[in-house]
């Protein structure tokens, strides 16, 4: 699938540089023929010193010359990119975005028609290989488009496929969802000190509680209530916790910080 390809990563941040030392650590794509752009000088020495990997400033070059593009700039910047690299793009290519609320018919006005172009929405823990992306096609791009997406961000975590429709929502959920977790394990933290736990000690203790639960789901055949209700106890201590976490309506705030943040990627989407 991969062999021979060259792939062009548009933005040397965060994502865009996990994006390439995935593909490489997973042996997908060689480090030779992976080149990434940006516009931080030292960020590209950076990248270019501790994954082996070629770098430039030209994006309208470095896309004439690869034949998988990955767009990982912010989304105020992405027209300006894409009118940047318009004149290099053809047929020929497949063009992936990670750019929230950017969808793929506003891409696809910038090139000629025909162009298969695909948009995914990755999430932080992609950082240790353990991210979540959802992927959708536009209107040109061919089921092997998407199984190639699907082995890129494999290669950092796991894929799924969705319609564009419900980009918005993955946005809120595993987009955004990082951020709530980091908030609930901050106030596990909290209360474990203000029980008398040392700080250190409470933080370990939250971190692999939040992550052995994450991965008993994953693992089990039972639902997450089936699991909840394992632990609960009649007339025991997780009843009473549950209980002030029901009257502190947790299951609504976080049900409303999903809602909100897929309003948030619908409003950026139209330009807001």
Avoid: W
Avoid at 33 to 43: E, G, L, M, W
Avoid at 232 to 251: F, Q, W, Y
């Amino acid at each position: 699938m991969f062999k021979g390809k060259r792939v062009a990563i548009i933005g040397g941040g965060k994502m865009g540089s996990i994006i390439a030392e995935g593909l490489i650590a997973q042996k997908i794509v060689p480090a030779k023929n992976i080149i990434v752009t940006d516009i931080d000088a030292a960020r590209l020495k950076s990248l270019r010193s501790s994954l082996k990997l070629k770098v430039s400033h030209d994006n309208e070059k470095t896309v004439k010359d690869a034949d998988i593009i990955i767009l990982a700039v912010k989304p105020q910047n992405m027209a300006a990119t894409l009118q940047g690299i318009s004149p290099a793009i053809n047929k020929s290519k497949i063009v992936i975005s990670i750019a929230a609320g950017i969808t793929t018919n506003f891409i696809e006005k910038f090139f000629t028609k025909g162009v298969r172009v695909i948009r995914v929405m990755p999430n932080t823990p992609a950082l240790i290989g353990e991210g979540a992306t959802a992927v959708a096609k536009g209107s040109c791009a061919k089921k092997s488009d998407v199984k190639l997406a699907h082995a890129i961000f494999n290669a950092v975590g796991i894929s799924v496929e969705v319609e564009e429709a419900l980009i918005d929502a993955v946005t809120g959920l595993s987009g955004s969802g990082p951020a709530y977790c980091f908030l609930i394990i901050e106030a596990l933290i909290d209360a474990g000190e203000q029980m008398g736990l040392p700080r250190d000690l409470a933080a370990k203790l939250a971190m692999q509680t939040m992550l052995g639960a994450a991965r008993l789901c994953i693992h089990s055949d039972k639902q997450p209530a089936q699991l909840r209700e394992m632990v609960t106890s009649p007339g025991g201590t997780t009843v009473a916790g549950l209980k002030a976490l029901e009257e502190g309506k947790i299951r609504s705030t976080i049900i409303s910080a999903v809602k909100a943040a897929t309003k948030r990627s619908k409003e950026l989407a139209s330009g807001k």
